[in-house]
């Protein structure tokens, strides 16, 4: 499959399933996972993340109006889809440009890493938009992080069957 | 002027980053904001049209449970009018045809972030209006904030900015219950006056006092208290008997007299 178009795949069906079923399931009672993020984990670097800045916000605020949550979601889609990009920049040669790098070939190490740093991030964003108090967000953090390992063994498992590089 | 647009063109990203989490923000705190959200909302409908589809799916599966919970209602409806046949006590103090109830479903119900809400299928068409208590057959569910044609937004019991007047079922002591924020179906009720006589397993019902709901709807039983002591009051733990993660048939409570009450407690 053309991999733009498989990308489109990818992320719609990420985003109804977060809508449809994440946001409703209460795993252990409690955990709901966070995974609509994956989309903006794999986008391709670019110099210019205009485009990738706007396919976040226009996701997020899709899940938003679906979900009836204000702006967390959007907040949280956009501020990832840009974060990331400091991220690769801190990690990248001096030489090598940001656009040369392919989040496919990082090595499984790195990649966990990477998608568990923004995951946690976007749980402690969401935690944080939803109550205003850091106070909170400190006294939860067991919560967010057992939803962030939640959410990345989804997020890993989907990588490894539909992203894996050695399939292709 | 020139450097600067020169400077500003080639953070382009930057900019655009900033705009749409100002953007996001702005929709956020609006979200937050219960005093200035108490209106019609284009987003509450939106979000009902979705979610009546998925709700609709949902319903097929859920039938039974819903069927048994009615008949639980039945029942105990049943018994509360053998028993108001010849204990007029047990009749719930407002006056007659005060309170209409409005059938709805619950067709998106948040329970995981710190200030939940829900939506239910019934909107201002149906009657319904913002400050509506919301109530299942085993207690409260929230309050009506806003409302569109066919849908309405709820301020679940499982949201930090709620606070309900309850009070003791055998003493009539009155507090606020509140949502700590943790466990779905574990509360606390505050300011409860030190000389109430507070014991393990009494029973928390609605005071009343605001009109939102009737009184005497049973809200949980105590699992433990504390004495508050620069407040001279309890903060008692209740456990609810309503399940906030399983919610299907719900009744709004309609005041009739509720304009009437709140234009003599003005100022």
């Given at each position: ?37 994956y ?92 109550s ?11 919560d ?25 | ?74 029942a ?7 028993m ?5 006590a ?5 006056l ?62 499982l ?14 002591y ?91 407690l003005?100022?």
């Amino acid at each position: 499959m053309n991999p733009g178009r498989k990308y489109y795949l990818v992320l719609i069906t990420f985003l109804v399933l977060q809508v449809v079923w994440f946001n409703h399931i209460r795993l252990f009672g409690y955990y709901s996972p966070v995974v609509f993020i994956y989309p903006f984990l794999i986008l391709p670097l670019s110099k210019n993340e205009s485009s990738n800045l706007l396919l976040a916000f226009a996701s997020g605020l899709f899940i938003d109006i679906v979900s009836n949550t204000g702006g967390v979601y959007t907040a949280t889609a956009v501020f990832v889809t840009y974060t990331r990009k400091i991220y690769f920049i801190t990690l990248k040669n001096p030489t090598q440009k940001i656009e040369e790098i392919n989040i496919d070939k990082i090595s499984p190490g790195q990649k966990i890493i990477y998608f568990f740093i923004f995951i946690l991030l976007s749980n402690i964003i969401i935690y944080f938009l939803d109550s205003f108090s850091f106070g909170l967000v400190i006294s939860k953090w067991k919560d967010i992080i057992i939803n962030s390992l939640i959410s990345i063994l989804f997020i890993v498992f989907t990588d490894l069957i539909f992203f894996n590089p050695a399939k292709r | 002027m020139i450097k600067l647009l020169r400077y500003l063109s080639g953070r382009q990203s930057f900019l655009l980053f900033v705009l749409l989490e100002i953007i996001a923000l702005i929709l956020t705190i609006k979200a937050h904001d219960y005093a200035l959200t108490k209106t019609h909302s284009l987003q509450t409908a939106i979000s009902g049209n979705f979610n009546r589809t998925i709700y609709g799916v949902r319903q097929h599966f859920s039938l039974k449970s819903y069927n048994e919970s009615l008949i639980k209602q039945n029942a105990l409806l049943l018994k509360l009018l053998q028993m108001s046949k010849i204990d007029t006590a047990l009749i719930p103090p407002t006056l007659p045809e005060q309170y209409h109830f409005i059938p709805a479903f619950v067709i998106s119900n948040q329970y995981n972030l710190q200030h939940n809400t829900l939506l239910i299928n019934k909107g201002y068409n149906d009657g319904v209006q913002p400050d509506s208590g919301v109530i299942s057959t085993n207690g409260i569910v929230g309050v009506v904030q806003k409302t569109s044609p066919h849908f309405s937004k709820v301020i679940s019991i499982l949201n930090k900015n709620l606070k309900v007047n309850v009070a003791l079922k055998q003493t009539n002591y009155s507090g606020f219950l509140q949502w700590p924020g943790k466990d779905p179906n574990t509360f606390e009720v505050v300011d409860l006056p030190v000389d109430a006589p507070v014991k393990k397993g009494d029973t928390i019902v609605t005071g009343g006092m605001s009109g939102i709901f009737p009184k005497n709807i049973p809200v949980g039983y105590i699992t433990g208290y504390q004495l508050v002591t620069g407040r001279k009051s309890y903060k008692v733990s209740v456990k609810s008997f309503s399940n906030m993660t399983a919610l299907g048939p719900v009744y709004i409570v309609k005041n009739r007299l509720k304009t009437e009450m709140d234009s003599l407690l003005k100022p």
